[in-house]
């Protein structure tokens, strides 16, 4: 069985600049015959750039995301925003 979650990852802040790192969490798990096997991973899908005069959103290839449409697609982004 597989389970992925898209989340926000910690903010981290560098001057006035922050990023926000949007992360894929995946579980992967199977049982049988008395076994279990289990794989888990992380990986950024995004990278959102806040700084004073500007936010933009970028998927991880480095192509530009409208963030109106970006903060409608992630949970609990807008949220994020607001707290900078």
Known sequence: MEEKVVEIDSPITV??????PVVE????NWH???WV?????????F?????PSWKK?????GEEVPLDKF?????GMREALEAI
Request: hydrophobic share 40%; proline share 5%; aromatic share 6%.
């Open 37 to 45: 096997s289990c794989f888990g991973s992380k990986q950024p899908v």
């Open 15 to 20: 001057g006035q600049v922050t990023l926000i």
């Open 25 to 28: 969490s995946s579980l992967n």
């Open 57 to 61: 959103a970028f998927r991880i290839s």
């Open 32 to 34: 049988g015959g008395g």
């Open 71 to 75: 903060i409608k697609e992630t949970p």
């Open 47 to 51: 990278i959102v750039v806040v700084s």
